[in-house]
């Protein structure tokens, strides 16, 4: 045991009121310790009673509750106070929700942070980046809080759905998959289902004898809801054979310096992140590749073990069509239509189209059907521009 003697000022430094020449020095770096109190403050940020109903419209509700936001206040530029006319507002959909708070994060921590300006793909390939914006670009505004803002309305005109969809073997993203296992899954990572909808993990609920165990998430919608969903079939959409995606649990992809510049991490650096799982450095991509290509995610909230599926109107975080927790956004609300048909569902096989001779013969109920279960070729993102 060892004792060190630590200067503390009696008072906290002024905060800078002039414009630097980056919109934020990047002071540290990201590692175990600074993921770590990201994971867990993004848990605090939405921490509710798992039978509670967690909804803030818009996101800065949260931000400025100091009994949830531990970060309210940090930089002492009245940044959080709602009192302030000039205050940080945060108005993310489901494609700039990650964005927003990893950014804020590294703004108020003096941590690195970037975005990629990525296209949406196409039907035969994923979704490709180019550009790179940094928080070491020349800032816009005429003080630290304002070119702040500034950066962050820029963020959110580049970034959308595109930006989660990229490939699982692209290195120029963002993101950077996961493999499915419970110590990777953390607070922070999200989840891109093949259809342009981004959700965000929160929480896990350890399983008991009683109850199964539950992955909560958050995900934003086009009127800058936030709202909080549990893990199942018709909220985390998943489908293996969609070309034009790279669907599933990914991470942000560390921001590393070479050559005096920021850029993102390749797949050579990521064994370093503390997001890999346990048993070494595998490749990411590959080892979600490997995964179950029967169903996609499965069932993590409770490995081993098939709880008992409550009604969805008893849960209060089951999506459902018209309520506060299940707005349009991504394909979601399509599904919930009526019966979820399973990940194997195939619209087109003859057990699931409506052939000839029974009594979908008339044109009205084929096109009822089809609207009810067959989903399009290429569904809608409503979730961002």
């Not at 054979?241 to 991490?265: H, M």
């Not at 650096?269 to 991509?285: E, F, Q, T």
Request: aromatic residues 10%; hydrophobic residues 35%.
């Amino acid at each position: 045991m060892a004792c060190r003697v630590l200067e503390v000022p009696a008072h906290p430094a002024a905060p800078p009121r002039t414009v630097g020449p980056v919109v934020w020095p990047a002071e540290h770096s990201w590692d175990r310790r600074y993921e770590n109190l990201y994971a867990a403050w993004i848990a605090a940020l939405f921490d509710a009673p798992v039978e509670a109903s967690l909804d803030f419209r818009p996101l800065h509700q949260a931000l400025r509750d100091p009994a949830r936001n531990f970060l309210y206040g940090y930089l002492g530029l009245r940044e959080d106070d709602p009192k302030n006319k000039a205050a940080l507002p945060a108005t993310p959909d489901c494609a700039d929700l990650p964005y927003f708070l990893r950014g804020y994060f590294a703004w108020k921590l003096r941590l690195p942070f970037a975005f990629r300006d990525c296209d949406r793909g196409t039907d035969a390939r994923p979704p490709k980046c180019s550009g790179f914006f940094t928080n070491e670009d020349a800032p816009a505004g005429k003080d630290p809080l304002a070119a702040a803002k500034s950066f962050f309305r820029l963020m959110s005109n580049h970034v959308q759905s595109g930006s989660a969809r990229t490939g699982l073997d692209d290195d120029a993203t963002d993101y950077y998959p996961l493999p499915l296992e419970r110590e990777a899954l953390r607070p922070g990572v999200i989840y891109a289902d093949p259809y342009g909808h981004v959700m965000m993990v929160v929480r896990w609920v350890d399983q008991t004898p009683e109850h199964g165990g539950l992955l909560l998430a958050v995900d934003g919608q086009p009127d800058t809801s936030i709202g909080r969903k549990r893990f199942w079939e018709g909220t985390f959409l998943f489908n293996n054979e969609t070309k034009s995606a790279g669907p599933g649990f990914k991470a942000f992809r560390p921001v590393v310096r070479g050559r005096g510049l920021a850029r993102g991490a390749r797949e050579a650096r990521l064994p370093h992140h503390p997001l890999p799982g346990p048993g070494g450095p595998a490749s990411p991509a590959r080892t979600v590749a490997r995964g179950d290509r029967r169903g996609g995610p499965g069932r993590p909230g409770s490995p081993g073990r098939e709880p008992a599926e409550p009604a969805a109107r008893r849960d209060p975080l089951r999506a459902r069509p018209g309520s506060g927790s299940g707005r349009r956004c991504g394909r979601t609300d399509l599904h919930l239509a009526g019966p979820f048909p399973s990940a194997n569902f195939r619209p087109g096989t003859e057990a699931a189209r409506p052939t000839t001779g029974s009594r979908w013969t008339s044109p009205r109920a084929r096109r009822r059907w089809s609207r009810r279960y067959a989903p399009p070729t290429r569904a809608p993102s409503w979730c961002s521009r």
